[in-house]
């Protein structure tokens, strides 16, 4: 039996628009960086397309609460709840943490992008916390 005669239609939905926003976010930044650091692109067609790679960003903060609010399955419903909340908490914390180490040592400055970045790594992370806690991942079967 193929993935997508046994994953659930929420689940499907989510990975149409995670691939959707991902493939938005890579082919926003390749062009940013062609158009906006190679040709050197000004104006406020430059301001939009830079905007584009967060944007889509945001777009992946929707689709995994989309996820949650269409998820028919109490328990999976609490995993991804958690999820969310471990890699929320671990990014908020870096970036407190990163923040107060600029302020007061010299140490290198963060661009604000990865900070999204480091919470879809949580997002891994806390789908461990929820294996080793509850058993599952949250997985589609």
Known sequence: MSFANRAKPEKLRYLVRISIALAI??????????LIEDRGMTGWPAYV?????GLSFAAIFWIFVRLIV????????????RQMMVAT???????AI?????????????RAFWWPTIWCFGLGIGAIYNKITMGSFGECS
């Open 25 to 34: 976010y890579l082919g926003s930044l390749f062009a940013a960086e062609i």
């Open 49 to 53: 397309l830079a905007a584009l790679p």
């Open 70 to 81: 269409e998820e028919r399955d109490e328990f999976f419903r609490m995993l991804y709840v």
């Open 89 to 95: 908490g671990l990014a908020l914390t870096a970036a």
């Open 98 to 110: 990163w923040g107060f180490l600029e302020t007061y040592l010299p140490v290198p400055h963060i």
